[in-house]
T-cell receptor, first 117, second 112 residues
């Protein structure tokens, strides 16, 4: 099946620093990738939709200057949390939609747990 | 726009008992429906999906879900659960051109 890889799976950083999380589709091309955020014991909240070669579309309430998304190729999207603060600590999950006919199905990465001290 | 409601935040059940996790959705267009499972500190794994065709869909590990358009439901069932089924289960909906929207999740806790 289609595999999506996220890196790093765990990251701890100091407040004020920036952290980059990568999302790669390993065996398929993805024109569209999605970034979700999950707080403990809660559902996944869509943060933004990332389209290859164009600007990301952010959901209401998500700060685009804080959560920078780049989708430079059909297999890679990155999320950079800039000037991270403890309240940014969360589980970030990416998903990818394969190119071709859209069946609505997404393939998810294993998630990246960010802890900001 | 679509939305998903999972009526039960937690479902405790004994091993080998049957279980049903409820999911209702709302949408003004045709939808695709999914159930995902999440084990602690892991990403999501697709359990099963309804895209079209038969309204009863099954997974390889004994779960099944039935798409009921009149009741706008997509409940997940398993006739006999195992300890290893303990996890968080998310119902999700999308349309042909829209993003995937998740319900709030149901924590299935299987006790010996």
């Amino acid at each position: 099946g289609a595999v999506v890889s996220q890196h790093p799976s765990w990251v701890i950083c100091k407040s004020g620093t920036s952290v980059k999380i990568e999302c790669r589709s390993l065996d398929f091309q993805a024109t569209t990738m999605f970034w979700y955020r999950q707080f403990p014991k809660q559902s996944l909240m869509l943060m933004a939709t990332s389209n290859e070669g164009s600007k990301a579309t952010y959901e209401q309430g998500v700060e685009k200057d804080k959560f920078l998304i780049n989708h430079a190729s059909l297999t890679l999207s990155t999320l950079t949390v800039t000037s991270a603060h403890p309240e940014d600590s969360s589980f970030y999950i990416c998903s990818a939609r394969p190119t071709g006919p859209n069946t609505g199905e997404l393939f998810f990465g294993e998630g990246s747990r960010l802890t900001v001290l | 726009a679509q939305s998903v409601t999972q009526l039960d935040s937690q479902v405790p059940v004994f091993e080998e008992a049957p279980v049903e996790l409820r999911c209702n959705y709302s949408s003004s267009v045709s939808v695709y429906l999914f159930w995902y499972v999440q084990y602690p500190n892991q990403g999501l794994q697709l359990l099963l999906k309804y895209l079209s065709g038969s309204t009863l869909v099954e997974s390889i590990n004994g779960f099944e879900a039935e798409f009921n358009k009149s009741q706008t439901s997509f409940h997940l069932r398993k006739p006999s659960v195992h300890i290893s089924d303990t996890a968080e289960y998310f119902c999700a909906v999308s349309s042909y051109t829209d993003k995937l929207i998740f319900g709030t999740g149901t924590r299935l806790q299987v006790f010996p």
